[in-house]
């Protein structure tokens, strides 16, 4: 018999956005965050959570949203230019919504 999670426990897709932020001290950190269809990352700033995950290529880390002064969504040109830096992403996503 398989237990089906509570429906607060839904697990919902979520796509990857390829950002750079800036912080208070000019340092900037280039990775992924993790939306929800229709989501903008405004949304997820907003929200009553401290920190929010970015996935980079060597791991996810957690950043206080207190020390975020800038977050930029990458174009395709610094994508195809940072791709070293980043984790997989769906070009395809990306390219087909207008972030």
Request: proline letters at 7%; a negative charge; charged letters at 20%.
């Amino acid at each position: 018999m398989s237990r089906q999670p509570p429906n607060s426990a839904q697990v919902f897709p979520k796509f990857k956005v390829p950002v750079r932020i800036l912080f208070p001290d000019m340092s900037t950190l280039i990775g992924i965050v993790f939306v929800l269809q229709g989501q903008r990352i405004l949304d997820l700033l907003c929200d009553d959570r401290a920190f929010f995950p970015v996935g980079l290529k060597t791991g996810t880390v957690l950043v206080n949203k207190s020390h975020v002064r800038q977050i930029n969504v990458l174009d395709l040109a610094d994508m195809s230019e940072l791709q070293d830096l980043l984790p997989e992403f769906d070009r395809d996503y990306m390219q087909s919504n207008a972030w």
